[in-house]
């Protein structure tokens, strides 16, 4: 081990210690630390990686495909190296390494000084996992691959999403374009029912495994769509059926480019009660799953696992056990249940553009009983300064008799306020997230749903876990 | 639930049922290319009239014209040009040369016509980028050149040479690339925060007969009703050649405070 990345190693442990004394996660500033002192601190570690480097890339689902891969993996046995906290950008990953890697004197103590003079080639890091699953914004994926040499990268799909960070949606296509260069030896796994995702693959020279539904599940939205145009011809692209956004079975009658044979395809596709589908693979039965989620979206976090693992020739035989027990973390349909005798049931997920937010409130209205629902914008940096996309959700939806109120909160409240007066929809507006959440549980509430954007997450995932306690 | 505050029959009481003048008068808005040109919550604007229009008892008829349609301009009374990305507005760009005449007639008739980023550097000679020059339609004496790095921020505008405006800022949101210069045309507004049409003169957008272009994303009317209602107003004084003010006010107070919130946040007039 260089000198180097043992400092940043011990920088980044040190970080860690700082953060949990003060009551943070550390999820990020361990890496800003380890990297100022080596800033290719991930390849060495990354090279003790014994048997697999999964990557997870897209705008909508990293989180939950990511940390739904970890608890598959770990069910069998392994060790497992992740930012499942979700901070992806640079500092995310090299944190999830560094504060993973063993302690420099712990190092020093098992090798002997001496053993550690002989010892210069392996480990490099001394990183006991097996694999390491890593999230990865699309804007850092350029920059983190060039030090990460992954085995499989995950395409979730692409979807308009805080376009003051990235731009268009073309200059996200080009950062992963740009990605998927550095690391020309990784399989791509890609969502094959999104066009823009099946064009990068076709594009790469990479070996390509995809997963989709081919058949027809709920009806179509009008909302708005990235792809109407064959990303390799201009022409309008031709739809059998939506299944949302641009996601569907697809094809272009100008230049022939379509939708990839689907290697791992979901069918029977029930989103009620819970989720439960098959999922075809050629020369296989069709394996049954079901998950207590809902959420169509949530097929596509579960068929890209199940491919990832079954390229990998791993066992699936405790998918649904894992399924079942999998508690979706820090926001991302995270279920709580406050007040006397748990009784009354918060439902708190991240929605962060109008992809996200359109199936969310797909979820929520399957749920036809009584609810009331918060929302909360912010517009701090990793909310997306611009919250103009605010008006590419079809907000008309929430005009059901099963919602009973809506409060809003954040520092966009007015906007938000705004955006349902011009569907005609009255709200409510709290001063926080805490106080909307009191007054709702207060007046008798017993089914809430808070919907909110990135940096509201942590302050309404703190509040609720200390209520659940 | 026994919170008075939340016991509402409904969360849709109290918006509906404002529609005094039902019938009597029609807006044709036609929007261009929604299927191309709807970055950045660019819809929102057509909601924002078509809704302004209903609580007024004024029938909005939104036609969207995709890339096949020839949009009727002899019948329109308010055009509506948005953004899209570079390479969609390439695709825009060509299809729009051949209406070319009839826009410019529609516009030197006084026909009213708010063109938003991509739509707004269409309106001038051409926009100059890396990769060659993209045609404009040369309605309005300006033109644009790609400039690095964009221009990303909130935005905030004043305009008080307008006579029919409000006393008001105008607030929205910026993420242009291209560096726009207008000549001797009269801005859309004075920048106090943002960048405005090239980061250098503290000029945004332009205006030329009934005619408003600019990179306000936001989307610009809901949170600027004043100016939605500019464009409402002219269209309706063309037409009918009545006014806005023959029409009931409506309760601006969540606006004018979405638009407060924006002004004070990015631009206090009580800092130095």
Known sequence: MRLRTLLAVAAAKAALTACHLSGRPGSSLPGRAALKIDPHIIAPLAADIRRGIIVTCGTNGKTTTNNLLCSMLEAQGYRVVSNRLGANMLEGV????????????????????????????????????????????????????????????????????????????????????????????????????????????KNSAHRVVSFGVSERVA?????????????????????????????????????????????????????????????????????????????????????????????????????????????????????????????????????????????????????????????????????????????????????????????????????????????EIESDRAPDVESAIDRLLAAGCENLYVLVNYTALYEAHRYLEGMQK | MNNDELQTDSIRSKYTDKQPHSGLYRLNIIHLYPDLLNLYGDRGNIQCMRMRCKWRGIDANVIECSLDDHPELAVADIVLLGGGSDREQQIVCTRLQKIRRDLRDYVEDGGSLLAICGGYQLLGHYYDTADGRMEGLSLVDLYTEQGSPRLISNIVLRNESLPDFLPCEIVGFENHGGRTYIGSNKPFGKVLYGHGNNGKDACEGVLYRNVIGTYLHGPLLPKNPHVCDLLLQRALYRKYGVSLTDFPALDDSLEREANRAVVTRFHSPLAP
Not at chain 1, 153 to 165: A, V
Not at chain 1, 239 to 256: E, N, T
């Open chain 1, 94 to 201: 090299a944190a999830a390494f560094a504060t993973s890697a063993k302690r420099p004197l712990g190092y020093l103590f098992a090798k002997g000084p001496l053993g550690y003079l002989v010892d210069a080639k392996r480990p490099l890091g001394y990183l006991d996992a097996d694999f390491a699953c890593l999230e990865i914004d699309e804007a850092s994926a350029a920059r983190v691959l060039q030090d990460l040499r992954p085995d499989y990268m995950i395409l979730t799909g692409l979807f308009r999403d805080q376009l003051d960070r990235y731009g268009e949606i073309d200059l996200t296509m080009k950062a992963l374009e740009k990605a998927i260069l550095e690391a020309p030896e990784m399989t791509l796994i890609i969502n094959g029912d999104d066009p823009l995702t099946a064009y990068l693959a």
């Open chain 1, 219 to 423: 009806n179509e939205v009008d909302e708005i769509r990235e792809a109407r145009f064959c990303e390799n011809c201009g022409a309008p692209l031709r739809y059998d059926f939506y299944h949302f956004s641009q996601l569907g079975v697809y094809r272009c009658p100008s230049c022939g480019f379509c939708r990839p044979e689907i290697d791992y395809d979901a069918s029977g596709v029930r989103l009620s009660p819970q989720l439960s589908f098959d999922v075809k693979e050629p020369g296989t039965a069709p394996v049954k799953i079901s998950a207590p989620m809902t959420g169509f979206y949530n097929v596509y976090n579960i068929l890209a696992v199940f491919s990832v693992l079954r390229q990998m020739n791993l066992p699936t035989d405790k998918f649904n056990e894992v399924l079942r027990s999998f508690r979706p973390q820090f926001g991302r349909g995270e279920v709580f249940h406050v007040g006397a005798n748990g009784g009354q049931r918060v439902l708190l997920n991240l929605a962060k553009n109008p992809a996200g937010f359109g199936q969310n409130i797909s979820a929520m209205l399957q749920d036809r009983s009584p609810k009331d629902l918060i929302i909360v914008i912010n517009d701090n940096a990793q909310d997306g300064r611009d919250v103009s996309w605010l008006w590419d959700v079809d907000f008309d939806r929430l005009a059901d008799e099963t919602i009973r109120s809506i409060t809003v909160s954040g520092l966009r409240a007015p906007d938000m306020q705004l955006r349902l007066k011009y569907v």
